[in-house]
């Protein structure tokens, strides 16, 4: 680990000069490890939003409490300073860029260079599409971008990933932006390039001075929503993941590698889901079984018990015909035989042949339902 060493004086100079995040991030600390240490060596902090501020409505530094005490603070960075080193070399490098992907791309440049202005952060938008887009950034860092996000999807394509372009809907807007894919098996990440705006006065025009002059005679508050108190980055950055950010950079090889394992360590994880759902679904329907069956037993001898019955009646049926028979031939009660016989036939499950029908086991569906209820009548 890195470690630095400052007097409190010091310090305390550096904490109003640049705000602390900025400070932070060079000696490798968050800005709220650096506020812990000012508060714990008693160091004033400038107030939130000092640094958005025009020179004439800052407060004034405040004197540091016990200038005697000059002691000397050892910072140690916590945070990684240098870039993690990426084994690239295994990954296929293609010798141009996809024509496939190089043309959704191009037709998205100029779709932005056409239709779409900076916003009050100097960053692209299209009027009434979706901001969720491909790449967001200024003006200036817009080819560039562009570029480089051909070269990694090309890279990601010659590796086995499959790139797909897809429109992104907000409800807010009517029209959608298109989001890179990469799709690997099972795992899936989104891809765009955004770049940042820090809220931080720019040298004014002339016409931007005259009406904050006006604004100031009036009164009115200066830092509303103006473009000219933001100024993007120049440091675009690619989102994938949940909310993964890594800093863009002319070599691409090494953000190529990160999304390739990104999306293969997806693919892992879904198929590890997926088996753990099949086990889950296993232990529930064992747990199932038992009552499944006993259900269907009592089913299937209510269906027996239909069946007997209604062959009883049909042997009952037929004795009344045979004590029919017996009592005399009358020529109009032959006619009426045959009918009766005929009718018994159809009732008679033997007859008929619809005995011995098997009852169909219950619908898992249904066995959890009725689960679910008993154990909901026990409690």
Known sequence: MTEKTFTRSQLFSMVW????????TELGISANGLKKICLKHDIPRPPAGYFMMSATRRPTTPALPDPADDSTITITATEKLAPEVVDTSELIFPERYDPNIAKEIDDYVRHMKKDASPDERGILHAMEHAPEGLLRVSPSQLVWSADRMKSLLSILKANGVVIEFRPE???????PSPVAYAIYGKGITALRVEESSTRRVRPLTSAEAKDKKRHDERGWSYYTRNQWIYTPSGKPQLLFGYRNRRRL????????????DEV???NDVAIQNEID???EKAKALQKLRPLRRQLWRKRQMKKIALEAERWERAERLRGYVRRVEEVG????????IQLAKRLIDRTC???????????????YAEV????NQMHEDNY
């Open 17 to 24: 000069e640049r705000p602390m995040t900025h400070i932070g």
């Open 169 to 175: 809907k907000h409800w807010r807007y009517k029209h």
């Open 249 to 260: 950079a002319e070599d691409i090889a090494p953000l190529a590698k990160l999304i390739l």
């Open 264 to 266: 293969k360590r997806l």
């Open 277 to 279: 759902r099949r086990h």
């Open 329 to 336: 031939q009358r020529s109009e009660n032959a006619e009426w």
């Open 349 to 363: 499950p033997i007859q008929s042949g619809q005995y011995a029908v098997r009852e169909a086991l219950p619908k």
């Open 368 to 371: 959890s339902a009725l689960w």
